[in-house]
């Protein structure tokens, strides 16, 4: 059925909805968006191009790709309207709040406008969605620094156009670094889109209630941003930062096995892969190839990172357990390294994620679907009668 959930009886807590969108297979590290492997779209394809395969099932032709860029183009700008929002939020509110609220403020400006029974209304809600969340993200971080938000530029490329909104000024030209350019393109492409994890399976949720595309973008964005899940990329910095120093490692390590500390080494383990995030892979390439522009080889917490997935590939705990290391292990080493504050890796991650939450929510709402409404497995007192305060003891 195109229902949200459909409920195995004797497993209610393993749930599952059909989808042709994204495949993992866990156990052999394979990730398939629409049949294509994920190594093969981060080296030979582009942000925009995946965001159309995830859209529309296929990659584009050449005029298929040019109209669909041109189109997110013409949708890059937010209504001047939206940038008063920000004034209502401390300067140091934590940006994934913000994104929050003014991803779910697009309701206000575009929804009366969108009938989501219509397909290109739905398409239009796409388009500004994969338009503007960039726009958006870049606002935030400027906002937080006090400095003006800079209007996105036609000329650039989606990568070059982030990095131009989050550090260009009026003052002077963008100077766009291409190998940084790249790499932000590479970790958009990389969190496009992975089946229905904890977000996604939000935005569904949402979705199946017919709340409007921009309000299920919104509940998708707020579940992504515990450490547990799209907070992880932050976390990971943090966590190198607080281990600061190679020496100090076994003691982390030694705190992750301990059953009575809650510390977990970030960016380890995932609720599918029981073997190595294939994302993670091209990222740490990624991560060498900024690194390497920026003369960073030799940076600390690279060091750190690169002893933690060594041992965790060696010692008996967590290979045992197959902790092998997830997407966000790396990706938070590039984020800083290109300049981008740690509190605002998960909104990086929020704004590569959109194209994934719209194919789901597209394809959901597309065909005949029911709200979901997820049963539960009852283990609370039987029935009894009230006691008046004055009875009880
Ligand atoms: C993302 O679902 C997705 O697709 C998500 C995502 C996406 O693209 O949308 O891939 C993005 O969320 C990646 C995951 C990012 N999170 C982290 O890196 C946080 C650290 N990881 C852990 O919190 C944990 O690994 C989870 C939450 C990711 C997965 O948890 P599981 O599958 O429920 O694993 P578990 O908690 O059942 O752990 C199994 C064992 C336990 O030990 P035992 O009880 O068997 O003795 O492994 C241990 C856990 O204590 N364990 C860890 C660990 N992760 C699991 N021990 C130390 N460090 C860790 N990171």
Redesign the pocket.
Known sequence: SKGFFTFDPGFVSTAACESKITF?DGAKGVLLHRGYPIEQLAEQSDYLEVCYLLMYGDLPTTEQKAKFIATIKNHTMVHEQLRNFFNGFRRDAHPMAIMCGVVGALSAFYHDSLDISNEHHREIAAFRLISKMPTLAAMVYKYSIGQPFMYPRNDLSYGENFLHMMFGTPCEESNINPVLARAMDRIFLL?AD??Q????STVRLAGSSGANPFACIASGIAALWG????G?NE??LNMLEEIGDEKHIDTFIAR??D?DDPF??????????KNF?P?AKVMKQSCDEVLEELGLENDPLLKIAKRLEKIALEDE??VK?K?YP????YSGIILKAIGIPTEMFTVIFATG?TPGWIAHWHEMISGPYRIGRPRQLYTGSEKRDFVPVDKRK
């Open positions: 993992i969190h992975h089946e994890n904890a977000s996604t450490p547990a899940h799209g992880a976390a990971v992750a096995k059953k977990r080494l970030m960016g380890f383990g995932h609720r599918v892969y995030d994302r705990y967590f357990r902790l997830n997407v966000d292990f994620r």
